[in-house]
């Protein structure tokens, strides 16, 4: 299985300041069909995960343009250009490229 | 209303059987991959299974091959997952999703504890 490898773990953020994390994949995330299966989802306590971002960089309907994400190939990186309140919870990868689709182990974000 | 509400959860013994269920609505149903993941206690996700529009492709993660069956039948709109030999670490929450490129809904899951 694709193991994907998120860092930090924790992140402490200010109100108002950027946030990023990384998640690298232990092999290329490049489909067959040129598109790259890399989603990024958040979870607030309690509340299923909600997805932010898919194929790399597409933001999902309603998702703030605060969230951006890049990367190619096995290194991806999501981005808070400024951190709200509401941002706090954990934030996942995930690849869908090779079966079984596999997750990061989670960023917990909280506000200092 | 976008909506996927799922049921069929519970306290079972090991070795028992489940069967989940996810009612959708609000979207068209027979449009999207549909899948279930798991989120056992104080942990991270995990992909269990998932159904291609028609029925016609099934993927299962290794650890629940030959005991958990996924199908949907697109004229209820709706998801199932029979989930035969169970064992304890099949402890988790169960949520059913649903995608199509731009399109992805969650529902807000069903517990299941395996537990003698």
């Known amino acids: 299985d694709v193991v994907m490898t998120q860092s930090p773990l924790s992140l402490p953020v200010t109100l108002g300041q950027p946030a990023s994390i990384s998640c690298r994949s232990s092999?290329?995330?490049?489909?067959?069909?040129?598109?790259?299966?890399l989603s990024w989802f958040h979870q607030r306590p309690g509340q299923s995960p909600r997805r932010l971002i898919y194929?790399?960089?597409n933001r999902g309907s309603g998702v703030p343009d605060r969230f951006s994400g890049s990367g190619s190939g096995t290194d991806f990186t999501l981005k808070i250009s400024r951190v709200e309140a509401e941002d706090v919870g954990v934030y996942y990868c995930a690849q869908g490229t090779h079966w079984p689709g596999t997750f990061g182990q989670g960023t917990r974000l909280e506000i200092k | 209303e976008v909506q996927m509400v799922e049921s069929g959860g519970g306290l079972v013994q090991p070795g028992g059987s489940l069967r989940l269920s996810c009612a959708a609505s609000g979207f068209t149903f027979s449009n999207c991959w549909m899948m279930w993941i798991r989120q056992a206690p104080g942990k991270g996700l995990e992909w269990v299974a998932k159904i291609k529009q028609d029925g016609s492709e099934k993927y299962y993660v290794d650890s629940v091959k030959g005991r958990f069956t996924i199908s949907r039948d697109n004229a209820k709109n709706s998801l199932y997952l029979q989930m035969n030999s169970l064992r304890v670490e099949d402890t988790a929450v169960y949520y059913c999703r649903g995608v199509t490129g731009e399109f992805d809904c969650w529902g807000q899951g069903t517990p299941v504890t395996v537990s003698s």
């Open positions: 194929k790399v960089s």
């Open positions: 092999q290329s995330l490049v489909s067959g069909d040129g598109n790259t299966y």
